[in-house]
């Protein structure tokens, strides 16, 4: 897997937001991704320093569509700490 395939998306949420005061940034990645691919490519893509990798596999839901119920689909979710003092910019200007 290329190192910038792991990396889906940042996550955005309140959660994520109270996260990033203590330097720990929520990205959606890759299915398939372990840790180390991970770390690699968020050093690659940032220029930051990881010191820690967690990662959860969130189960997709039954959703209703119309009559019918569909299931959503299964992701992996990672959260990385970066060392003291690193910071990443997901909003410019903000």
């Known amino acids: 897997m290329q190192i910038f395939e792991v ?14 005061d203590n330097g720990v940034y929520v990205f959606e990645v890759a299915e398939g991704s372990t840790k180390p691919q991970i770390k690699a490519a968020v050093q690659a ?20 569509m119309g009559r019918g119920y569909h299931m959503t689909p299964d992701w992996k979710k990672a959260m990385v700490t970066l060392k003291p003092g690193d910071k990443i910019e997901l909003f410019e200007g903000v």
């Open 7 to 20: 990396l889906r998306r940042p996550l955005i949420t309140e959660k994520s937001a109270r996260l990033q």
């Open 45 to 64: 893509a940032f220029k930051v320093e990881v010191t820690a990798v967690n990662v959860v596999r969130v189960k997709g839901k039954m959703k209703r």
